[in-house]
């Protein structure tokens, strides 16, 4: 085999030779010409090297950007007559949603529109699901794990206000902040 002629081939094609493996005297010795090393016929065993990376993270910061979505002029309704109990979920796609029975720790509600709830709300509730910045949420009894209209979300982390926990209330958007107000139930 001629080494002289295959390296500029090889270089065309953007490949780089560095070595020969399996060659004769002869094809070594044209190859220790061209600047190529003699590789060995059996792999190179290396002993196993154990690293210990560590990791840690300081502070996660999520970022949302809501998007503002036209609502139909016609908005449906869904309706729901019976508790949600911890896992269940209920999405009401390009519609409000009104609950009539309870929402459990661990049940979530979301909606395009407004969510209502005439009982305890103690779940989840995602109002504006689709960046619908003018949906509110209504609860009977406000004491949710978390509450979240177009992406603006707080958590029960942070604890409700006194003025609205386990009462009556709305919750709606005011610029990139949630408002918590008390209803006159």
């Known amino acids: 085999m001629d080494l002289a002629a295959l390296l500029p081939l090889l270089r ?12 004769n005297a002869a094809e070594l010795a044209q190859a220790a010409e061209l600047g190529l ?38 908005a449906k309704t869904v309706y729901v007559d019976k508790p949600l109990r911890s ?28 969510i209502h709830v005439y009982a305890p709300l103690r779940g989840k509730a995602i109002a504006g699901a689709r960046g619908n910045t003018s949906a509110r949420i209504f609860a009977q009894v406000l004491e949710a794990e978390l509450i979240a209209i177009a992406g603006i979300y707080r958590t029960s982390e942070n604890p409700l206000p006194d003025n609205v926990r386990g009462k009556a209330a709305q919750v709606r958007l005011d610029g990139e902040k949630l408002l918590m107000e008390p209803l006159g139930i």
């Open 37 to 74: 090393a003699e590789a060995p016929d059996e792999p190179v065993r290396a002993e196993p090297r154990v690293e210990k990376v560590v990791q840690q993270v300081i502070k996660e910061v999520v970022v949302e950007r809501p998007v503002e979505v036209p609502v139909a002029a016609e």
């Open 12 to 23: 065309r094609h953007r490949l780089q030779p560095v070595g020969v493996i399996g060659a």
């Open 87 to 114: 896992g269940q979920q209920v999405y009401a796609k390009g519609a409000d949603l009104v609950v009539l029975a309870a929402v459990n720790h661990g049940a979530e509600v979301l909606a395009d529109g407004n």
